[in-house]
Every structure is written in C-alpha cells, then in structure tokens.
C-alpha cells in the first residue's frame, strides 16, 4: 500500500466499529443450515408454485416414496415428474428416451442414477420411486442419509441401486421442489432444464415416513 499507516488505522477502525454494532465472528456458515423439512404424505399438481426448503418434505433424513399419475399417448412423453434443488445438490425423477429415470445430485461432485430396465407404457399408469433408508446422516464425511433407490412402473420393479452419498445441507436458495419440470439450473446434465413433462401428469405423492 502507498500509505500503509492510513491502511492500519482503516483495518484498526473496521474491527472497533465490528465489535461495535455485534457483526463478529465473520462466520457465514448458518445459511447452509436448514431443519428438516416436514414429514407426512403431500400430494401435488401440475402449474403449483415452487416450494422452498424448509418447507421441503424430508428428503434428507428418512425414506420417502413418490408417485405419480400419469396419462401417456402411443407416441411417447418425456420431462420432469418432480425435481429438488439444482446443479448444486438436489434429485429429480424423469422420463427420457422412454424410460424412467431417478438422480441424486451430491453437491454437484458426484451423482447416484437409476435408469429402469423396462419402457415406460403408452396409457395410464403410476411412475414410481422409493427410497429406503440404510444408514444414518453422517456429519464428519458429508452426508446426509443414505439408502437404496427401487424404481417403479404400476407397482413393479424396474429399477435398484445404492443412493449414496447425499446432500446434508441446503439444497438451494434459489431451487426448490417443482412439479413436471425443472427451472433454472437443472439437477442433472443429462436434461437441458426446464425439461416439462410432455405427457399428462395428473398428480405427484411424496410420502415422507417416520
């Protein structure tokens, strides 16, 4: 600095003035805090505004299933059924290239992906996901619950894997759960967002258990 004695008094100055008016510790981490979110069956439609964490049913710390009710013509439908969260942390459960298709977005590092072994039917039919809880949310490596992830067509089996690691901490500020599609920044690279459902999507049950 051209005066360092000036820059002395400046920095000697901003922490007296700090102290003052109760801005210390400098510690911004309380934002990626955030309680878990509610627990219970919920039941969503299309055209429904986004919902933000802490609001968000509990994805995080306990198993959940979601179901959709959809209505699919012969030539086929692809796009969103439900997302959470973005690029940074988040999951999303889709239709592409006419299979089911469910993500878990860690924090942007690393993702866990299921993709069904069975087309998705033209005609009337529940899309499924259910994730079972194997494992407690683990603070010292960074994650929060993890578990097994069963894929579902009409009540049948299409799909497991591991759901590992998780998200533990704020998904977004800006992105939270929305309803067939998927705003902003997408949850995974395998869809240019908002990536709407092109079929019928009637209704969308998450179901948070204990």
Not at 3 to 19: I, T
Not at 38 to 67: C, H, L, Q, R, V
Not at 68 to 93: K, M, P, Q, Y
């Amino acid at each position: 600095a051209e005066n360092p004695d000036k820059v002395q008094e400046l920095v000697e100055r901003w922490w007296a003035e700090a102290g003052k008016y109760n801005v210390l510790p400098l510690d911004d981490r309380a934002h990626m805090d955030v309680p878990p979110g509610p627990k219970g069956k919920f039941t969503y439609y299309p055209g429904m505004a986004t919902i933000y964490e802490p609001g968000i049913p509990d994805t995080k710390y306990s198993s959940y299933t979601i179901n959709a009710d959809v209505n699919i013509t012969e030539e086929g439908a692809e796009g969103v059924i439900l997302s959470i969260g973005g690029r940074f942390g988040g999951l999303t459960l889709y239709v592409q290239d006419e299979h089911l298709v469910f993500d878990c977005n860690y924090v942007g590092l690393s993702h866990s992906t299921i993709i069904s072994d069975e087309e998705v039917p033209a005609g009337e039919s529940t899309l499924g996901f259910s994730f079972e809880k194997t494992g407690e949310a683990d603070p010292i490596n960074h994650t929060a619950a993890i578990g097994t992830g069963t894929l579902l067509i009409n009540g049948k089996e299409v799909g497991k894997g591991t759901i590992a690691p998780t998200t533990p901490a704020r998904y977004s500020w800006e992105e939270g759960l929305e309803i067939g599609k998927d705003r902003l920044t997408p949850v995974t690279e395998s869809y240019m967002g908002p990536f709407e459902f092109t079929g019928t999507l009637k209704k969308v049950v998450l179901e948070v258990k204990d």
